[in-house]
């Protein structure tokens, strides 16, 4: 039995700590599973110096990789630009859009330009997990510096 | 009158068992609480990606999480997947197990608790206006409207914050490579 030892052997051994410490860790290990799905991250930057740019900094001309995002409500699909053309939805698109990312910041970087950023210019209604999918694919581009556009917020 | 001394044979042993479960027991609440007081992550799924760093959190013990994520059960939206909820009171900001919802009163006193965050890491001790090296992690849930990420994204600058992460979760076919 699991309480200790018979008239023939005399010294048992209680084993009810043992499956308690057992149910313990069970217990544990349950309630910190659920909390282990993180597990990636991709470093973005803000401005050091925010506010308001000056006139004079606006009109100055900017090298800059720009992919626009939007959300069509009424039929409930992405939009997307790369500079002014439109980019489909679709694994296609996604690798049209990764093609030209690579093209555009290989263009920049001949001309010595390594630092040019992306900008994830993206509408308040686009899902989240679009503009990753932007920023994944800069990754994959090793485009180091990737920032997001100042779109309007949700009201 | 002589007394006959009785010998009783008894066997004094203490019994260890119900200690070690109160030990035990103690030892999994102090474990759970220690780790409660540590679990700012909001219950979210965050988007894939494929080209991810491998995040450690050992080495980021110092960061903020940022939290943006649903919390409306009823949302037949978001439950779908079917189209982007955009109701702003069914999404919420969370930092440290403090919720906030989406109106200006709310996002003041999350800019100001972010803030009170960052003053720990200031190039300038002591000084507000200057930026913090605090890391903050964003983990935003993969439906979430850009626009929410955004107010969060003006409520982290203007804490002085600036060194942010993104969090994603690692696609599973990447991790095999």
């Known amino acids: ?155 | 009158m002589g007394f006959k001394e009785i010998k009783v044979q008894e066997e004094v042993a203490a019994n260890l068992v119900p200690m070690i479960d109160i030990m035990f027991l103690l030892l999994l609440f102090f474990m759970l609480n220690a780790d409660m007081s540590q679990r700012d992550l909001e219950d979210i799924k965050p988007p894939t990606a494929n080209k991810a760093d491998q995040d450690k959190p050992e080495e980021n013990s110092n960061r903020i999480t940022v939290n943006v994520h649903h919390s409306a059960p009823d949302c037949a939206q978001y439950a779908m997947a079917s189209d982007i909820c955009i109701d702003s009171k069914h999404w919420f900001i969370s930092v440290q197990g403090n919720r906030y919802a989406l109106t200006e009163a709310e996002l003041a006193a999350l800019q100001k608790r972010l803030s009170a965050l960052a003053d720990a890491n200031r190039v300038k001790p002591g000084d507000k206006t200057s930026k913090s090296e605090r890391f903050v992690l964003i983990r935003g849930d993969h439906l979430a409207p850009y626009g929410l990420i955004q107010r969060s994204l003006e409520r982290i600058a203007g804490a002085g914050l600036y060194k942010t992460q993104v969090a994603v979760e690692i696609e599973k076919s990447s991790l095999a490579k």
């Open chain 1, 1 to 155: 039995m699991a309480g200790g030892g018979g008239e023939e052997n005399p010294v048992g051994i209680n084993v009810t700590a043992l499956v308690d410490i057992i149910f313990c860790l069970c217990l544990f290990f349950m309630c910190s599973l659920k909390f282990r799905e993180l597990n990636g991250k991709m470093d973005s930057w803000l401005p050091e110096n925010k506010g308001p740019k000056s006139s004079a900094q606006m009109n100055l001309p900017m090298d800059e990789i720009r992919v626009l995002l939007s959300y069509d409500k009424d039929r409930k699909q992405m939009q997307r630009l790369f500079v002014n053309r439109p980019i489909p939805v679709g694994d296609e698109g996604d690798s049209l859009l990764q093609k030209l990312i690579r093209e555009q910041s290989a263009s920049y970087r001949s001309l010595g330009k390594n630092d040019v950023p992306v900008i994830v210019d993206a509408g308040p209604a686009v899902p989240w997990k679009e503009v990753v999918k932007v920023m994944n694919m800069c990754k994959a581009e090793n485009v180091q510096k990737i920032e997001f556009g100042m779109g309007s917020a949700m009201k």
